[in-house]
C-alpha cells in the first residue's frame, strides 16, 4: 500500500517570526536612519537605497534577538554604519574589497557624523564590512566585534535580491553567515525581497519597504 504525503504550505515570515517571537523593526527606526549614497559609477542596480533600506531592518531585527538574549549592541552604530556603507562604490558587479574605506573616508569629508560620539566606531565598521573576516584580526584588531558581525551577516541575507538583478552565482550562502542568531532570518529575507522584486525595482525603495514590511508582519 503507498502512502501519499501531503506537501507542506510554503513556511510564510510571518510563521517564522511568530514562532521564534523575533521583535519587529519599527517605521520610525527606518526613517530615522535613511540611506547616504552616492554612486560614483552613476545609477546603481545592487547597491542602491532599497539595498540599504533591507540591510537596515535585518540589522535592527537581529539586534532585536541578540539583545533577547542578553547579548549588548550599539545598535546606533550598526545602523548608522549601514547608511553609508555602499556610498561611493566604483563597481556593481566586481568585488571591490576597498569600497568600504572609500565609503568611510568620504564620510569623513562630508563630516556626517561631525557630532556623533560613535563617529569613529561608525567609519570603523564602515571600513571593515567589506574586508575579509580573516583580515580583521590580522590587521592590529584585537576581537571581532559583535556589530562587525551584525553588519556583515544583514548585508549578507540581502544576497537575496541577485537572483533578481541578473547576478550570476548562488546568492546567499548559509554558511557564510557569522551569527547563528542570522539563519532565523533567512526565510525574511528572502520573503522581503521576492515581495520587493514582484513589480519590478521599486521607485520609493523606503515607502516600499515599510509597506511590504507592515504587510509581513516584520515593520510595525
Same mark, same amino acid.
Given at each position: 500500500?503507498?502512502?501519499?504525503?501531503?506537501?507542506?504550505?510554503?513556511?510564510? &515570515?510571518?510563521?517564522?517570526?511568530?514562532?521564534?517571537?523575533?521583535?519587529?523593526?519599527?517605521?520610525?527606526?527606518?526613517?530615522?536612519?535613511?540611506?547616504?549614497?552616492?554612486?560614483?559609477?552613476?545609477?546603481?542596480?545592487?547597491?542602491?537605497?532599497?539595498?540599504?533600506?533591507?540591510?537596515?531592518?535585518? $540589522?535592527?531585527?537581529?539586534?532585536?534577538? *541578540?539583545?533577547?538574549?542578553?547579548?549588548?549592541?550599539?545598535?546606533? $552604530?550598526?545602523? #548608522? &554604519?549601514?547608511?553609508?556603507?555602499?556610498?561611493?562604490?566604483?563597481?556593481?558587479?566586481?568585488?571591490?574589497? #576597498?569600497?568600504? *574605506?572609500?565609503?568611510?573616508? &568620504?564620510?569623513?569629508?562630508?563630516?556626517?557624523?561631525?557630532?556623533?560620539?560613535?563617529?569613529?566606531?561608525?567609519?570603523?565598521?564602515?571600513?571593515?564590512?567589506?574586508?575579509?573576516?580573516?583580515?580583521? #584580526?590580522?590587521?592590529?584588531?584585537?576581537?571581532?566585534?559583535?556589530?562587525?558581525?551584525?553588519?556583515?551577516?544583514?548585508? $549578507?541575507?540581502?544576497?537575496?535580491?541577485? /537572483?533578481?538583478?541578473?547576478?550570476?552565482? !548562488?546568492?546567499?550562502?548559509?554558511?557564510?553567515?557569522?551569527?547563528?542568531?542570522?539563519?532565523?532570518?533567512?526565510?525574511?529575507?528572502?520573503? *522581503?525581497? /521576492?515581495?520587493?522584486?514582484?513589480?519590478?525595482? /521599486?521607485?520609493?525603495? *523606503?515607502?516600499?519597504?515599510? !509597506?511590504?514590511?507592515?504587510?509581513?508582519?516584520?515593520?510595525?
Amino acid at each position: 500500500m503507498s502512502i501519499i504525503c501531503a506537501m507542506p504550505e510554503k513556511i510564510t &515570515a510571518k510563521d517564522v517570526k511568530k514562532k521564534l517571537t523575533i521583535s519587529p523593526t519599527s517605521e520610525t527606526i527606518l526613517r530615522t536612519y535613511p540611506p547616504i549614497t552616492c554612486i560614483a559609477n552613476g545609477e546603481s542596480v545592487l547597491h542602491e537605497e532599497g539595498h540599504v533600506v533591507r540591510v537596515m531592518l535585518y $540589522a535592527d531585527m537581529l539586534c532585536n534577538i *541578540l539583545e533577547s538574549k542578553g547579548i549588548s549592541v550599539n545598535r546606533h $552604530a550598526v545602523l #548608522s &554604519a549601514i547608511r553609508i556603507h555602499d556610498s561611493y562604490r566604483r563597481t556593481d558587479y566586481d568585488e571591490e574589497e #576597498s569600497h568600504g *574605506l572609500v565609503a568611510a573616508v &568620504a564620510s569623513e569629508i562630508a563630516g556626517n557624523f561631525t557630532e556623533d560620539p560613535d563617529a569613529d566606531y561608525i567609519h570603523f565598521l564602515t571600513t571593515w564590512h567589506s574586508e575579509n573576516d580573516k583580515d580583521v #584580526s590580522l590587521k592590529g584588531n584585537v576581537t571581532f566585534p559583535i556589530e562587525l558581525a551584525v553588519l556583515k551577516d544583514a548585508d $549578507a541575507l540581502d544576497r537575496f535580491r541577485d /537572483q533578481y538583478l541578473g547576478v550570476e552565482g !548562488e546568492g546567499l550562502d548559509k554558511d557564510f553567515l557569522r551569527l547563528e542568531e542570522s539563519n532565523d532570518l533567512v526565510s525574511i529575507a528572502e520573503e *522581503l525581497n /521576492q515581495r520587493y522584486f514582484s513589480n519590478g525595482v /521599486q521607485r520609493q525603495p *523606503l515607502e516600499s519597504v515599510i !509597506e511590504i514590511g507592515k504587510e509581513m508582519g516584520i515593520v510595525c
